[in-house]
């Protein structure tokens, strides 16, 4: 008698995708460079001297330089105020070299959120973290999309995963991550389930699920016996665990139960990154008028 070999989950990789968008936005960025004379300009403002938020700032302003997007930083003080900050961004908004602003988080405990938030021009906020920009993908329209969420999705469609008619539960409610990546997949027409920490029957809801999206920051939170066999698992996750990078899902047993899987690191992650480049492209053609409007009249 021979054994079975369980079919392990494809893998969906976030790399080589991201490869191919910062290919394109490199081309855009070319032409927006031929057509106004200058690169687009991406400000990160961070506030304090916080060590993981810089890694993250660094990574953006590395993937910005590749691909000719001219990468600002603004550091302010740990003390800053709530004025100062919102002053500087005021500054950002009116200047007209500035593109896309994106202010790292997590901010001083000191600082409203909201008042920095609020301050941000709804045209710059690329990471979509602006209540307009909210209400606008709420409401279906086109406006930014937080990047993480819209990698969640974004990583399925350029997968070849299909989700119409999907049932999809999101674990995360985040403003951020979970709210704005059940939107998406309600727009991309799956019937979505949105679980958090105060889920009765979690394992109930992922059991019943096509596509499985986590965004907890819970190590472990799902794994392969709660899964539907052939789902599809999206992990948004980060989390260091004994010095090493993993998402929400044990990876080793879903990857025996799911159709297909995303790793972490190297799945989403990265796509989260060029599809940031990708709102700043739009934001600086948006900002300076379509490529074939006439000149203005001297
Ligand atoms: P958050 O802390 O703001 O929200 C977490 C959400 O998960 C909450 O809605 C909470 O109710 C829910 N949750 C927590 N524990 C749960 C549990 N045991 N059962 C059910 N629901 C639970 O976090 P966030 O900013 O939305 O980020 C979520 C995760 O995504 C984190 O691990 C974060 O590091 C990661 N993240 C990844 C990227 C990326 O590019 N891949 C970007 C941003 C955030």
Do not use: W
């Not at 993480?148 to 999705?153: I, K, L, Y």
């Not at 260091?240 to 690191?265: K, W």
Request: aromatic letters at 2%.
């Amino acid at each position: 008698m021979t054994a079975t070999v369980p079919r392990l989950a494809r893998h969906l990789e976030g790399g080589p995708i991201a490869v191919e968008i910062r290919a394109a936005v490199s081309e855009d960025v070319a032409s927006f460079l031929a057509r106004t004379g200058r690169a687009p300009g991406l400000t990160v403002v961070i506030v304090g001297r916080d060590a993981p938020s810089t890694v993250y700032l660094e990574q953006i302003l590395r993937s910005c330089a590749k691909v000719g997007i001219e990468g600002r930083r603004v550091e302010l003080e740990d003390e800053a105020t709530e004025g100062t900050i919102t002053a500087t961004l005021h500054a950002l908004n009116a200047d007209p070299t500035v593109d896309g602003i994106i202010v790292q988080m997590p901010l001083p405990g000191t600082i409203r959120l909201r008042a920095v938030i609020d301050a941000i021009d709804p045209a710059k906020d690329i990471d979509g973290i602006h209540p307009v920009n909210a209400g606008l993908l709420r409401l279906g329209y086109d406006g930014f999309l937080p990047a993480t969420a819209h990698a969640s999705v974004e990583i399925l469609r350029r997968s070849g995963i299909e989700i119409e008619g999907k049932d999809a539960v999101v674990i995360g409610r985040s403003a951020v991550v979970g709210m704005p990546a059940a939107f998406l997949l309600v727009r991309e027409d799956a019937t979505v389930t949105v679980c958090h920490r105060r889920t009765a029957d979690l394992a109930g809801h992922v059991g019943r699920a096509d596509i499985v999206v986590v965004a907890a920051g819970h190590p472990g939170l799902v794994n392969g016996s709660m899964l539907k066999p052939g789902a599809v698992v999206v992990d948004v996750g980060i989390n260091v665990v004994d010095g090493r990078l993993v998402g929400d899902v044990d990876f080793e047993s879903a990857r025996e139960v799911a159709s297909a899987i995303t790793p972490v690191p190297g799945g989403v992650g990265p796509l989260t990154n060029a599809l940031l480049l990708t709102h700043l492209i739009r934001a600086a053609e948006r900002q300076v008028g379509p490529a074939n409007s006439p000149a203005p009249a001297s």
